[in-house]
């Protein structure tokens, strides 16, 4: 079956700081892989998505590239802010997928100090 | 334009009663679902519809029931709600058409059940 892991949080870092949160899927067949991000008291949001492989997505200083042949889609930012501080979850939809239908990660809790 | 919003925000219910939770969208979305949301579990689906008065189980049915008699609403239902269902619970819809199909979601609804 289809599964997402990502790597446990919470991540904790200083302002300006350099992101990097893993993300590995398992998937029959070629998804899309997406990154949603989870504000304080809020829904998920889109980050940023790939549709196919070496595809980039990128989106708010986040950037995220599918990585066929180590079924990954890490997302990384070159200087994170306070205004980071979210839970992001990574996610993959199948093609031919009735439904759209998405699997979530567990998500990755991030936290920025000033 | 409301996006997707969610009825009621928060709930406290004792083992045994029921409720339902109703997610209305205005940007005419095909797809609806309903997902919860559990520490380290990320959003696991519960029900999705892919039309009006069509409905389908997802990861975790049991213990809950759905309905899709119009096209922006989709119902969830707790018949007799358990500890175990103490959860957020997330609504999100989105279009099948086009390539790319972005679900969008919203704020949740937070239910505790003693």
């Known amino acids: 079956g289809n599964s997402v892991t990502q790597m446990e949080g919470p991540v904790t870092l200083s302002e300006e700081a350099f992101l990097t949160i893993n993300c590995t899927y398992t998937a029959t067949g070629y998804p899309s892989l997406f990154w949603y991000v989870q504000y304080p008291g809020e829904g998920l949001q889109l980050l940023l998505k790939?549709?196919?492989?070496?595809d980039k997505g990128s989106n708010k200083g986040f950037e995220a590239t599918y990585r066929k042949e180590t079924t990954s889609f890490h997302l990384e930012k070159g200087s994170v802010q306070v205004s980071d501080s979210a839970v992001y979850f990574c996610a993959l939809m199948r093609t031919a997928n009735a439904g759209n239908m998405l699997t979530f990660g567990g998500g990755t809790r991030l936290m920025v100090k000033p | 334009n409301a996006g997707v919003t969610q009825t009621p925000k928060f709930r406290v219910l004792k083992t045994g009663q029921s409720m339902t939770l109703l997610c209305a969208q205005d940007m005419n979305h095909e797809y609806m679902y309903w997902y919860r949301q559990d520490p380290g579990m990320g959003l696991r689906l519960i029900h999705y519809?892919?039309?009006?008065?069509?409905?389908a189980k997802g990861e975790v049915p049991d213990g809950y029931n759905v309905s899709r008699l119009k096209k922006q609403n989709f119902l969830l239902g707790l018949e007799s709600a358990a500890p175990s269902q103490t959860s957020v619970y997330f609504c999100?819809?989105?279009?099948?058409?086009?390539?790319?199909?972005?679900?969008?979601f919203g704020p949740g609804t937070r239910l505790t059940v003693t």
């Open positions: 519809s892919v039309g009006e008065g069509t409905t």
């Open positions: 790939a549709t196919k492989a070496d």
């Open positions: 999100a819809s989105s279009s099948r058409v086009g390539f790319f199909y972005e679900q969008y």
